[in-house]
């Protein structure tokens, strides 16, 4: 029976990428080593900022290094692709169509489980100021009957200095910041609130006590890949998304 093979594009950020792993074995129901998910894991902290491209493209394209490390995935033998990155999924198709193996989409899966939550019809995000702007989350929310509120210019700043000044920096980070921008989506109506930046899954990963209605992106993904991993194996090996 051949094992499928999950492939990480990385480094987006890396420290975002070390959490991942550890979210996948944990929700892997293995009772030995050789019951985990094999993994290849290309962790490339080169590639370009996704935001900065997004809010100005004169600055560094990353979808060439970002395609580079999936096709090097595909070559090296995974049968699918995930991708620890929110605003990375701006650039979703180009990434698809790098490839030849299926690749997972943050995002949809994120929307797909929060819809199916009941009593759920205002999401707020948590999100990079690029994921936020660019509008690719708020769409698909959308597409499943949801509204989303993003947060005010002032929120927005301080989830960016978690992001950026203190996570990607190897910086302590501040989760009572954190939990209280979240809380002020509560505030504004918001039935969920989406962490919907894997910078910001780090600081959701290490909280004693989670709020049922905040949705971490990173868990979700990584629930849907052992997902799949499971009945790819089941069906010996091939991977039907």
Known sequence: MNTPILGIIGGVGP?????????????TPAATDQQNMPMIVFNDPQIPDRTSYILDHSCPNPVPEMAKVARW??????????????????FYDEIVRSVSIPVLNIMHETAMRIAQTPDVH?????????????????DIFEQMGLSVIVPDDDSQEVISELIYGQVKANQPYDVQAFLLEADKLRERGCDAVVVGCTELSVIYQDLTERPSWLFDSLDILAERC??????????????EM
Do not use: W
Request: with cysteine; proline share 2%; net charge negative.
């Open 15 to 27: 420290l975002a990428t070390a959490y991942f792993m550890e979210a996948l074995i944990k929700r």
């Open 73 to 90: 995935l595909e070559d090296a033998g995974a049968d699918f692709i995930a991708i620890p990155c929110n605003t990375a999924h701006y």
């Open 122 to 138: 205002v999401v707020g995000l948590l999100a990079t100021e690029g994921t936020a702007r660019s509008g690719v989350f708020q």
């Open 226 to 239: 052992v997902q799949v991993y499971l009945a790819a194996r089941a069906a010996g090996g091939n991977v």
